[in-house]
């Protein structure tokens, strides 16, 4: 075999190896769900806003304590809004920032009374009253949401109940086979949002409602 030869047989090689690679870095970015991460985006009694109808299903891991969580938050209510009916958002809890734990302990217990989405964003419009450093301060963060309770006995009660530990137990654990390891952490249909940004998840969702939505033929 001559120079030559080995040349076009070594750029040959060369170009395989490097689709090959190409593939395998597009599968890293858009990881399929094994069933037991399928089985891990749903909880019954996870609070949900939009059409219990539609197609198209947001589920978000959040931290009440994180500041990306709280600019998204807008962004995400507008995504539900843009396409009344076709999506749903779903939100399930994830206390990454130390003391964290006892704040989503208190919005479960908010949630009880039917007060989950009033109290997150009492507490995303008060935020810089009760984070410091990244670190959560629940004494505080509870003094901004105990006006909008209905019944504060209740309340106090839920929120120290086995019942409320066990619904974030879960969450946790369902984040963790999920892999989530920063908040906020967003599914669409299932399909992990893997590159991070506002336009990206409004990318996802839109390929989602055109695929949910699409004439039958």
Same mark, same amino acid.
């Given at each position: 075999?001559? /120079?030559?030869?080995?040349?076009?047989?070594?750029?040959?090689?060369?170009?395989?190896? =490097?689709?090959?690679g190409?593939?395998?870095?597009k599968? $890293?970015?858009?990881?399929?769900? /094994? &069933?037991? *991460?399928?089985?891990?985006?749903?909880?019954?009694?996870?609070?949900?806003k939009?059409?219990?109808?539609?197609?198209?299903?947001?589920?978000?891991?959040?931290?009440? *304590?994180?500041?990306?969580?709280?600019?998204?938050?807008?962004?995400? /209510?507008?995504? +539900?809004?843009?396409?009344?009916?076709?999506?749903?958002? +779903?939100?399930?809890?994830?206390?990454?920032?130390?003391?964290?734990?006892? +704040?989503?302990?208190?919005?479960?217990?908010?949630?009880?009374?039917?007060? =989950?989405?009033p109290?997150?964003?009492?507490?995303?419009?008060? &935020?810089?009253?009760?984070?410091?450093?990244?670190?959560?301060?629940?004494q505080?963060?509870?003094?901004?949401?105990?006006?909008?309770?209905?019944? $504060?006995?209740?309340?106090?009660?839920?929120? $120290?109940?086995?019942?409320?530990?066990?619904?974030? !137990?879960?969450?946790?654990?369902?984040?963790?086979?999920?892999?989530?390891?920063?908040?906020?952490?967003? =599914?669409?249909?299932?399909?992990?949002?893997?590159?991070?940004?506002? &336009?990206?998840?409004?990318?996802? +969702?839109?390929?989602?409602?055109?695929? *949910?939505y !699409?004439?039958?033929?």
């Open positions: 075999m001559n /120079n030559k030869t080995l040349f076009i047989a070594a750029a040959a090689c060369f170009a395989i190896a =490097f689709v090959g190409v593939a395998v870095y599968n $890293q970015q858009t990881p399929s769900l /094994n &069933q037991e *991460a399928k089985t891990a985006l749903t909880r019954e009694g996870a609070p949900v939009g059409s219990k109808d539609a197609k198209v299903t947001i589920v978000e891991f959040f931290d009440p *304590a994180c500041g990306t969580c709280r600019q998204f938050y807008p962004l995400v /209510n507008n995504i +539900v809004q843009k396409y009344r009916g076709k999506v749903k958002l +779903v939100k399930r809890y994830a206390p990454l920032h130390q003391g964290s734990p006892e +704040v989503v302990k208190m919005i479960e217990a908010a949630h009880l009374q039917g007060k =989950f989405w109290v997150v964003e009492r507490l995303y419009s008060n &935020q810089h009253r009760w984070v410091e450093h990244h670190v959560a301060n629940p505080q963060a509870m003094l901004g949401i105990k006006p909008l309770l209905v019944d $504060q006995e209740k309340f106090m009660r839920d929120w $120290q109940s086995s019942e409320v530990a066990q619904i974030i !137990a879960q969450d946790i654990h369902d984040g963790k086979v999920l892999k989530v390891r920063a908040t906020p952490q967003f =599914f669409v249909n299932g399909k992990p949002l893997t590159e991070f940004g506002h &336009q990206q998840l409004l990318d996802l +969702v839109d390929e989602a409602i055109a695929k *949910a !699409a004439p039958k033929s």
